[in-house]
């Protein structure tokens, strides 16, 4: 079930850690996708045979694709709840510090940095943390920035 993120609650959820979501695959589809839709099409994340000689022993999702997941698993984790309106206002500190590779498992933790006022919008501020089945790191860590109408 997840968290709701609204005017009351948000002031009480900062620090706090929400989440796990469901964990998803990481399939040669959803890479080869990727690529086709962002133009990446180097080999490390498309070319399965070569890959299998590269540095991971396999194909690698994109670390751009491992942020763009975030997303698609926020919905597990966490809803804005009560605004006429919001938006993706950005990103801070983006790093990818473990590859992912193809056919990984991957679930999204999210944590409460920061809810302020912005001008005539609200700020939330979220650590977004993408981890690896029985990875020691996790694969993807960034702050992402709402503004949301009141």
């Known amino acids: 079930m ?3 993120l609204s005017q009351q609650s948000l002031p009480g959820l900062v620090g706090k850690t929400l989440g ?3 964990w998803i695959e990481v399939t040669q589809e959803r890479i080869n996708q ?3 839709a962002s133009g990446d ?3 490390i994340h498309v070319d399965e045979e070569r890959a299998k000689d590269g540095p991971f022993g396999r194909t690698i999702a994109h670390g751009v694709l491992t942020l763009a997941m975030t997303s698609s698993v926020s919905k597990d984790v966490f809803k804005f709840d009560g605004f006429k309106m919001g938006v993706n206002y950005g990103y801070d500190k983006i790093r990818f510090p473990t590859p992912v590779p193809v056919g990984s498992r991957v679930r999204l933790l999210a944590k409460v940095l920061d809810y302020t006022s912005a001008g005539n919008t609200l ?3 979220l650590e977004m943390t993408i981890e690896v089945e029985g990875a020691a790191k996790p694969a993807c860590v960034a702050q ?3 503004r949301h109408t009141p």
């Open 2 to 4: 997840p968290t709701t």
């Open 20 to 22: 796990p979501s469901e």
């Open 34 to 36: 990727f690529a086709e």
């Open 41 to 43: 099409r180097q080999w």
């Open 123 to 125: 700020q939330t501020i």
């Open 144 to 146: 992402m920035i709402f």
